[in-house]
């Protein structure tokens, strides 16, 4: 049999404590019925994931239930309530019950009911041992009556909430594990984010937000963060959402909407992200209006938060959060720099974020620059006219306390710094970009060109292998400048910073964009790609449209760039051919590329990765010696027949040849890629011809051979 909520949960993400919480979970049980069995393997199997449990196992019952037990449920994000055959005729127990639903009330706890060999009903009405218990309790405390009508509205709010119900015949250990997963990935695995690395001043800012929010308030509200770039919206919507965002049943935050919603294919993505997030599964919305009908219809009724970042045009809302969306109790924040947009969307709760003036901006540029809240008082004049020029804004304060850390007193040239606001700020980003070595200079402007927003581990795979020699140090030292932070795995970057770079790359060759080291524009992609107008200055080249565009390739657009190390293609159509490719390349990401096979003279020996889903290509005769290559894309390539040799790629660990349904042969070369961890050949109909032995170094084999009945793949593990 399977376990079965009695109705749906929230959903969310990964794990992480609260801190504001001593525990996790609560237990609430009758021991007599269930201490040493159920509630005791299920407490065993939550303190084994990691999940701080409190049971009052060595409590001594009293007449009224202890403080310290009224303290440990005050304390506890979630309360489980294992109702059992006789939970009802013990006064303590439903003490516990009440005081819960009174948490649940005044503090947003959550509550989640089990339901262990009894019928949801029966405890909702009070029917069979619950109905026996009651007869006793009325006799019991005849004269306090509305104590024993409490018990009974408790039992029946608890009783009518989403929770879980076992019956006779099912597997106790399954079913606990079910539960325990399901809490794990629908209730505590609300994602918690970075704030700062000095948080100066941001508490009494989210107090200011949360006045506005009135969390746990009748209605539904939206709440705009307004402010100037580097002034800490972002900042203060990722603290109200450390804060809050476990008071409701669903919450999504969506970074960078201004990056992510430049067409409406990046807006209905965003409206994918908002539904998994919220309701966990995969979406597929074809529309952006097919979008909004859906939101409407399935968080209606959802008390959500919705946090939307770095907001700049009415349409991003119109299309995510429209008023009346969600459910009584759902709240709305939006970060923007434009005050007008959030009036025009009916926005009328709107902080306005000031810049950190006198002892808080002293306080934080002391902790960036001397590690502690104060300067030492032989720096103090210079510290306070580091402030003046930094005008309030706590990025420049960061940067510029990073910048002067350590330096001598005479090193504290600050004239430089003065100018214009956006001049000005710029001056200080500007000398924390000349103040690092080369490598991570350049590193710092593939981050801002392209590799913002992007896994770590995956960023430096490609860019390692360049002559600059990336490492984590790099990573190290630009968080510790202030320049970069990392949010769940991910590199971000702050829109000045980002700003910064992409200025400097511009200002390379203004006028010239063949003459640059970096190519992200796309009127300046189609420029050097039609016109043939690339130098060996170009190192790397992105591709990424606000629409859907065709551009058409001089066949010798790539011959000048030999130094060109990442391609990446995300939605142009490149049509033409290409008589050259550079043997600098290490990464090669075209999505759809109509080349039926590569330029004969390419080598590729320091290609990393190699991506060409769903494209025309035909055949690989030119992958003779690739000996940096991890992994290999070609899912989707129906024109796709073979796959040679593959003995001179033997540090390849991913091959995606899924969907490839033209494919009949695989090399048997690919069994003894010893390297390999992942190989996918679903979809592939045709395949008759394959090696029979495949190595798999903690990896697996996805397979579906219609075509070919005799294949036997024997894999074998290696550590």
């Known amino acids: 049999m399977t376990t079965q909520p009695v109705s749906s949960s929230p959903s969310s993400s990964s794990f992480t404590h609260d801190s504001s919480c001593t525990y996790d979970v609560f237990l609430s049980f009758r021991g007599e019925d269930t201490r040493t069995n159920f509630t005791d393997h299920l407490h065993e199997a939550l303190v084994r994931k990691g999940i701080r449990t409190f049971i009052d196992g060595e409590l001594v019952r009293g007449e009224e239930i202890s403080p310290a037990l009224v303290k440990a449920i005050e304390e506890s994000r979630i309360s489980l309530i294992v109702f059992s055959e006789n939970y009802a005729s013990s006064r303590w127990c439903l003490d516990e019950l009440v005081k819960?639903?009174?948490?649940?009330?005044?503090?947003?706890?959550?509550?989640?009911?089990?339901?262990?060999?009894?019928?949801?009903?029966?405890?909702?009405?009070?029917?069979?041992?619950?109905?026996?218990?009651?007869?006793?309790?009325?006799?019991?405390?005849?004269?306090?009556?509305?104590?024993?009508?409490?018990?009974?509205?408790?039992?029946?709010?608890?009783?009518?909430?989403?929770?879980?119900?076992?019956?006779?015949?099912?597997?106790?250990?399954?079913?606990?594990?079910?539960?325990?997963?399901?809490?794990?990935?629908?209730?505590?695995?609300?994602?918690?984010?970075?704030?700062?690395?000095?948080?100066?001043?941001?508490?009494?800012?989210?107090?200011?937000?949360?006045?506005?929010?009135?969390?746990?308030?009748?209605?539904?509200?939206?709440?705009?963060?307004?402010?100037?770039?580097?002034?800490?919206?972002?900042?203060?919507?990722?603290?109200?959402?450390?804060?809050?965002?476990?008071?409701?049943?669903?919450?999504?935050?969506?970074?960078?909407?201004?990056?992510?919603?430049?067409?409406?294919?990046?807006?209905?993505?965003?409206?994918?992200?908002?539904?998994?997030?919220?309701?966990?599964?995969?979406?597929?919305?074809?529309?952006?209006?097919?979008?909004?009908g859906v939101i409407k219809k399935r968080l209606s009724h959802k008390k959500i938060l919705l946090i939307l970042d770095d907001v700049n045009q009415l349409k991003q809302l119109d299309n995510l959060a429209g008023v009346g969306w969600f459910g009584e109790g759902s709240r709305v924040i939006t970060t923007t720099q434009d005050s007008g947009l959030l009036k025009c969307h009916g926005i009328d709760l709107i902080y306005e974020v000031q810049k950190l003036y006198g002892n808080r901006a002293l306080e934080l540029f002391s902790f960036s620059a001397f590690g502690t809240n104060k300067p030492p008082k032989d720096y103090l004049e210079l510290a306070q006219h580091a402030i003046a020029y930094a005008q309030g804004i706590p990025l420049a304060l960061t940067l510029l306390g990073s910048h002067l850390r350590n330096k001598d007193k005479d090193r504290y040239i600050l004239e430089s710094y003065e100018g214009e606001p956006y001049t000005g700020i710029r001056k200080i980003l500007q000398k924390s970009y000349d103040a690092l070595e080369n490598s991570m200079q350049q590193f710092f402007l593939d981050i801002a060109c392209f590799f913002k927003g992007e896994n770590k581990d995956y960023v430096l795979q490609i860019v390692s292998n360049s002559k600059n020699k990336v490492s984590r140090d790099c990573i190290e030292v630009l968080i510790e400048k202030a320049m970069i932070t990392i949010d769940h795995g991910q590199i971000q970057m702050h829109d000045l910073l980002e700003k910064l770079g992409k200025d400097i790359v511009h200002e390379e060759s203004p006028n010239d964009p063949g003459k640059r080291s970096r190519l992200w524009s796309y009127e300046d992609v189609e420029q050097v790609l039609t016109e043939s107008t690339g130098t060996r200055n170009i190192k790397s080249i992105i591709v990424k449209l606000p629409r859907l565009a065709e551009i058409t390739l001089n066949p010798e657009c790539f011959r000048k760039m030999v130094n060109l190390e990442i391609f990446i293609n995300c939605d142009a159509s490149l049509r033409g051919h290409i008589n050259y490719l550079p043997n600098a390349l290490r990464l090669i990401d075209w999505d759809r590329c109509q080349l039926q096979s590569l330029p004969p003279n390419f080598q590729g020996n320091r290609l990393v990765e190699f991506?060409?889903?769903?494209?025309?290509?035909?055949?690989?005769?030119?992958?003779?010696?690739?000996?940096?290559?991890?992994?290999?894309?070609?899912?989707?390539?129906?024109?796709?027949?073979?796959?040679?040799?593959?003995?001179?790629?033997?540090?390849?660990?991913?091959?995606?040849?899924?969907?490839?349904?033209?494919?009949?042969?695989?090399?048997?070369?690919?069994?003894?890629?010893?390297?390999?961890?992942?190989?996918?050949?679903?979809?592939?109909?045709?395949?008759?011809?394959?090696?029979?032995?495949?190595?798999?170094?903690?990896?697996?084999?996805?397979?579906?051979?219609?075509?070919?009945?005799?294949?036997?793949?024997?894999?074998?593990?290696?550590?």
């Open 100 to 292: 819960i639903l009174q948490c649940k009330q005044s503090k947003q706890q959550i509550v989640l009911p089990f339901f262990f060999k009894v019928d949801p009903s029966d405890v909702r009405h009070q029917r069979s041992s619950y109905g026996d218990a009651f007869v006793h309790h009325e006799r019991k405390f005849k004269d306090d009556k509305e104590k024993v009508l409490k018990w009974r509205r408790a039992l029946t709010e608890a009783a009518n909430l989403s929770g879980w119900h076992f019956k006779e015949g099912e597997y106790e250990a399954t079913f606990i594990n079910n539960i325990v997963d399901g809490i794990l990935s629908q209730v505590l695995s609300r994602t918690y984010w970075n704030v700062a690395k000095y948080p100066v001043g941001i508490q009494s800012r989210v107090q200011d937000v949360e006045r506005h929010l009135d969390v746990g308030g009748n209605g539904r509200r939206m709440v705009g963060i307004w402010g100037t770039s580097g002034i800490g919206k972002t900042t203060i919507a990722k603290a109200i959402w450390n804060a809050i965002a476990h008071k409701f049943e669903g919450s999504c935050f969506l970074s960078n909407v201004r990056e992510n919603s430049m067409s409406d294919g990046d807006l209905i993505k965003l409206q994918e992200a908002l539904l998994h997030k919220i309701l966990g599964g995969e979406w597929k919305i074809h529309s952006v209006d097919e979008g909004i």
């Open 611 to 719: 991506n060409m889903p769903r494209s025309h290509i035909r055949q690989l005769d030119g992958f003779k010696h690739l000996p940096n290559l991890t992994s290999m894309n070609l899912s989707g390539c129906q024109f796709l027949e073979k796959i040679p040799d593959l003995c001179g790629i033997p540090n390849l660990k991913e091959l995606d040849l899924s969907e490839c349904t033209s494919l009949v042969e695989v090399d048997d070369s690919v069994g003894f890629l010893t390297k390999l961890a992942f190989l996918d050949l679903d979809g592939c109909v045709k395949l008759t011809r394959f090696g029979r032995r495949i190595r798999v170094t903690k990896g697996y084999v996805i397979g579906s051979f219609s075509a070919y009945r005799e294949i036997v793949l024997s894999i074998f593990q290696y550590p």
